[in-house]
C-alpha cells in the first residue's frame, strides 16, 4: 500500500525536508527490501547509535538545568512580589488607618488642611497628602499582584519577553531610589529588587535593549522560541520512553497530564495522571518489545505553533511468534508551563495494529 512519509529535520528549527514514499509494514521478520529499502552498514548504525546518545544525553541535562533556573526564578519573582504586596499593604493601611504618616505638628496638620493647591484650588494639600500615599500602596499592591501571578501560573511570559522579566528590576530601582532620597522601607526594596534580579538572570534573559541587539544580528545570542524549547521537550519525552527511564519521563509531565488513544485499539481511549494504567499503552507494548530494536520509536517532529507540536512516530513490535510490526503513527502534543499537558495520537491505519495485537495476545 503506497502511502505518504512525511520526514523533518529539526536543526535550529526549521524543517529541512519533506519527501513522499512507501509505508512500510514488515511481518513475520521481512526486512521490507522488496519496497526498495536498502540495509544500513552496522558499524554506521553503531556510531550513529553513540552519536545520539552522547547527544540526547546532553540535551536532557540541559534541560533539567533550564527547569531548575526556570523554578528558583518563580520563587523569587513571587518572594519579591510578595514583599512589596506586604510594603503596599502596610502602607494602606498606614494612611487611613493610624496616624504613623501624619505630621507631629498639629499646626501643620491644620495649615495643610487649610492650604490649597496652585493645579488645583479644591483640593487642599492635607487631601493631596492622604492621596498620594493611598496611590502609592495601591500601586505596590497592583505591582505585587500582577507578578506574583505570572510567577505562579505564567512563567513562559515572563521567559519570552525581556521586557517583562526586568520591569520588576527597574521598578524596584526607582522604589529604593526614592526611598534612600526621601526616607522608606530601604531594605523591604533592596531585597525584593535583588530578588527580581537574579529571577531575570535566571531567566536567561538581557536588558531589553541587549536583546534587541541579539534578535537583530547575532544569531548565537537569541533565545530559543517556544516552539524550539517544545520540540526539544517532546524528543526528551520520547527518548525516555525508548530508554524505559520513568524519572526524566515524570518530571517533563504536569501532574494533571492526559492522553487520549484511539477507541478502536485495546488501550483506546482517555488516561489521566502520570501513573501507568493497568491496560495502558506501556503494559500493551512492552512485552512486545523485547529488544531496542522494537524500543525505537524514530520520533520527527513535523510542525511546531505556539504550545502545540506534532511528531511522527513509529509503533513496533515483536510477538513470541516472530511476527513483527512496524505503523507510523501521528502525535499531537500540548504544552503548558513547559511541561506536556496532553497528547493525542492518530493512527493511519488501526487494523493492523488490532490485527497483531489480537494474534499476540494467543
Not at 324 to 344: C, H, M, N, P, T
Amino acid at each position: 500500500m503506497i502511502g505518504f512519509r512525511i520526514t523533518a529535520t529539526i536543526r535550529e528549527g526549521t524543517c529541512c525536508r519533506v519527501q513522499r514514499g512507501h509505508g512500510r509494514r514488515a511481518e513475520n521478520g521481512k526486512s521490507g527490501d522488496s519496497a526498495g529499502y536498502s540495509v544500513p552498514d552496522p558499524r554506521a548504525a553503531h556510531t550513529t547509535s553513540a552519536r545520539q546518545q552522547k547527544k540526547s544525553g546532553c540535551e536532557t541535562v540541559d534541560r533539567r538545568e533550564r527547569l531548575n533556573e526556570s523554578m528558583l526564578a518563580r520563587i523569587l519573582i513571587a518572594f519579591g512580589a510578595a514583599l512589596l504586596g506586604l510594603l503596599g499593604s502596610i502602607h494602606v493601611i498606614a494612611t487611613f488607618f493610624t496616624n504613623k504618616l501624619d505630621p507631629r505638628d498639629p499646626a501643620t496638620i491644620a495649615a495643610m488642611k487649610a492650604t490649597g493647591l496652585v493645579l488645583s484650588g479644591p483640593t487642599s494639600l492635607w487631601n493631596a497628602w492622604i492621596g498620594l500615599n493611598a496611590s502609592l500602596g495601591l500601586s505596590l499592591l497592583l505591582f505585587a499582584t500582577t507578578y506574583l501571578l505570572l510567577a505562579v501560573g505564567q512563567t513562559s511570559l515572563l521567559r519570552g519577553s525581556p521586557t517583562l522579566a526586568w520591569l520588576p528590576v527597574t521598578g524596584g530601582e526607582a522604589f529604593l531610589a526614592i526611598a534612600l532620597r526621601f526616607g522608606g522601607p530601604i531594605i523591604g526594596f533592596a531585597v525584593a529588587t535583588a530578588c527580581f534580579l537574579v529571577a531575570a538572570l535566571a531567566l536567561g534573559s538581557g536588558p531589553p535593549s541587549q536583546n534587541t541587539h541579539k534578535a537583530n544580528g547575532d544569531p548565537q545570542g537569541q533565545m530559543l522560541s517556544k516552539e524550539q524549547e517544545n520540540s526539544k521537550a517532546i524528543l526528551a519525552i520520547f527518548r525516555a520512553i525508548e530508554e524505559r527511564d520513568d524519572r526524566p519521563f515524570r518530571a517533563l509531565l504536569l501532574p494533571d497530564f492526559e492522553i487520549h488513544w484511539p477507541r478502536s485499539l485495546p488501550y483506546g481511549g482517555t488516561f489521566r495522571g502520570v501513573e501507568p494504567q493497568p491496560r495502558g499503552w506501556g503494559a500493551t507494548w512492552q512485552p512486545l518489545q523485547p529488544t531496542e530494536a522494537e524500543r525505537k520509536m524514530d520520533p520527527q517532529v513535523i510542525a511546531a505553533h505556539g504550545d502545540d507540536v506534532v511528531v511522527l512516530w513509529h509503533q513496533r513490535g515483536r510477538s513470541g511468534d516472530g511476527e513483527s510490526i512496524d505503523e507510523e503513527v501521528l502525535g499531537l502534543y500540548s504544552f503548558r508551563e513547559e511541561k506536556l499537558a496532553r497528547a493525542q495520537m492518530f493512527y493511519f491505519d488501526t487494523v493492523p495494529v488490532a490485527d497483531f495485537l489480537r494474534r499476540a495476545q494467543h
